[in-house]
């Protein structure tokens, strides 16, 4: 249930939002914890509540203990496995299917936003995907879930790791390409479900804001970030609030 503050700040966005033709979306976990997918800043449970999330998604750690970074792997993935998508990703599916003109990037490695029918750059890598972790061929083999035991690359011996960014590796440079290109024109960017705090895809929002267009910036998160350059706030979730926006912007079409 939206406040009637939120619903205004929602026309106020839905009404700037449809002025215009170039609009950018960053998501970040937050989209995807209504569906039940925890967010990093979450505190772990389970058999991983003594960990945080930056310790082990993290390359150095994977050098230093692979089997243990491998084995929280398995787990997310069998925590992620059966999530479906929530009516933020279901909104925003609806809103690229209807209305020309929306670009979707996200942080998630989660495939949430492809099985609602979006199209989107991923920056940070798929956690369906594997690739050795020493020659980087990709490794299409199935894998069972449920067992975290190490796999080993079928050419070089090397470990197999997920395909995802880690801290302290750099983003898949096409699609990074891609973004930087899509934000550099955009007219509005807004930035759902995201802490705004891991760089470089937190210096999206300052590059749109600062583009030709000068982008008009708008976050969707129940917990308001920092982030100076946001224009107009909506404190609500992203389940609450996507699926008003995209009915007002359909409904002004
Ligand atoms: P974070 O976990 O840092 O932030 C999640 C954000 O979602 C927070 O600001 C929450 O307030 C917000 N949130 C929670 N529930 C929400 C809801 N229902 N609707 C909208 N927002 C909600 O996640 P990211 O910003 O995605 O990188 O984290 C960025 C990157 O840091 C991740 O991609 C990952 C991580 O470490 C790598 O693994 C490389």
Known sequence: MLSP???????????????HNHICILTGAGISAESGIPTFRDKQTGLWENYRAEDLANIGAFERNPSLVWSWYQWRRHLVKDKKPNPAHQALARWQKQLSGMTLITQNVDDLHEQAG???????GHLWKNRCSRCDLPYDLPVDYENSALLHCQHCSGYIRPDIVWF?????QQEWRDAQMAVTRCEVFIAIGTSSIVYPAAGLAELAKYNPQRAKIIEINPNPTDNPMVDIQIQAKAGDALPVLVEQLLELE
């Open 5 to 19: 503050q939120q619903q205004q700040y929602i026309s106020q966005a839905s009404d700037y939002i449809r002025q």
């Open 168 to 172: 302290g590796e750099i983003l898949p």
């Open 118 to 124: 979006s199209t989107v750059t991923h920056l940070h």
